[in-house]
């Protein structure tokens, strides 16, 4: 079975400084990695995701994490955040080694930016 | 694409009573995803289908709780009786197979008084 542990439940940070989310999972099996953010009143969508290669993955709005293997962590960075990025943010992980596999959620990380 | 559909999206019921919730997934996904979301426990997977078929309803929280999935294009996750501690926000998702991006409903946020 999987889990995923976000450490930090909520992060504050100042507009424009960087912010990193830190997302450390547990498998025994193969994964995909997934991050999602939530606005307020509203659903999950998509910023990033790693299936294969490159360890460092770009997404949405300026997002990246990287996938390290040995430290089963996959961060979510941003150099310099903005007020629009007041959300919360969760990781997701599910096994790639079966085509009908659930995606289980972290507990999210809310973060809010300081003008 | 009209994205994941859910109905309805807020609802106000009393408890006791019956609260049926729908999904019409994105045309072609093959996986069906009910979550959760409180305060207190955060994004609980309910159920997941695939294929319309039920693969894991180990997050169901008991008996009154029920999810239905009668062709590719609908699911039902019915609360009977509804209870308090069921007020919360259900989000309905749907994929195309392991890996690939899974896509959230705007959620049905429920009130149980």
């Known amino acids: 079975a999987q889990s995923v542990t976000q450490l930090d439940s909520q992060v504050p940070v100042f507009e424009e400084a960087p912010v990193e989310l830190r997302c450390n999972y547990s498998?025994?099996?193969?994964?995909?990695l997934f991050w999602y953010v939530q606005y307020p009143n509203q659903g999950l969508q998509l910023l990033l995701k790693?299936?294969?290669?490159?360890?460092l993955v770009k997404g949405i709005n300026g997002f990246e994490a990287e996938f390290n293997k040995s430290q089963t962590s996959f961060h979510l960075r941003k150099p310099s955040v903005h007020i629009s990025d007041t959300a919360e943010y969760f990781c997701?992980?599910?096994?790639?080694?079966?085509?009908?596999?659930?995606?289980?959620f972290g507990s999210g990380t809310r973060l809010s930016i300081r003008p | 694409d009209a994205g994941v559909i859910q109905s309805p999206r807020h609802e106000v019921t009393e408890m006791g009573q019956e609260v049926t919730l729908r999904c019409k997934p994105i045309?072609?996904?093959?996986?069906l995803f009910w979550y959760r979301q409180t305060m207190m426990r955060g994004l609980e997977l309910l159920i997941y289908?695939?294929?319309?078929?039920?693969?894991?309803d180990s997050g169901m929280p008991e008996d009154r709780f029920s999810a239905k999935m009668p062709n590719a294009s609908f699911s039902t996750l019915k609360i009977q009786p509804s209870e308090p501690r069921d007020s919360a926000v259900y989000f309905c998702?749907?994929?195309?197979?392991?890996?690939?991006?899974?896509?959230f409903g705007e959620g049905s946020w429920l009130t149980v008084v």
């Open positions: 998702a749907s994929s195309l197979n392991s890996g690939n991006t899974i896509y």
């Open positions: 498998s025994s099996v193969s994964v995909y």
């Open positions: 790693y299936l294969s290669g490159s360890t």
């Open positions: 997701a992980v599910s096994d790639r080694d079966s085509s009908a596999s659930k995606i289980i």
């Open positions: 045309s072609g996904h093959n996986s």
């Open positions: 289908f695939n294929n319309n078929v039920p693969i894991d």
